[in-house]
């Protein structure tokens, strides 16, 4: 049974860090990309982050290039998004998503077909 759990969210000031971890299980990260996406109140869910699987090629959104780092450990099965230097725009909830097929990502949802349950982030002083 494919699972993904994200942890790792609260409340933080800006210019704080936070590391969410998004742990697997059911299905191997040497085949599936991941995804991290994020919706804000009001806001419709945008592309956060994604790790290929084949090569652990990274991509960001531009909003957050230079600050996030998208990592993963195989062996643990998890994949970390490493946040620093948070700004209030960065409130919102926080998913990762397993990707429908082998080895690539992107930033579209539909071609994610698990999701995780979301994990809160509020930056705010």
């Known amino acids: 049974q494919v699972q993904l759990v994200e942890s790792g969210g609260g409340l933080v000031q800006p210019g704080g860090s936070l590391r969410l971890s998004c742990a697997a299980s059911?299905?191997?990260?040497?085949?599936?990309?991941i995804g991290w996406f994020r919706q804000a109140p009001g806001k419709e869910r945008e592309g956060v982050s994604c790790?290929?699987?084949?090569?652990?090629?990274?991509y960001y959104t531009n909003s957050v290039k230079g600050r996030f780092t998208i990592s993963s450990d195989k062996a643990k099965n998890t994949v970390y998004l490493q946040m620093n230097s948070l700004k209030p725009e960065d409130t919102a909830v926080y998913y990762c998503?397993?990707?429908?097929?082998?080895?690539?990502?992107?930033?579209?949802?539909?071609?994610?077909?698990?999701w995780g349950q979301g994990t809160q982030v509020t930056v705010s002083s």
């Open positions: 998503a397993k990707m429908k097929k082998y080895y690539g990502c992107s930033f579209y949802g539909s071609t994610y077909d698990y």
């Open positions: 059911g299905f191997t990260l040497d085949y599936y990309g």
């Open positions: 790790i290929r699987s084949i090569d652990g090629v990274t």
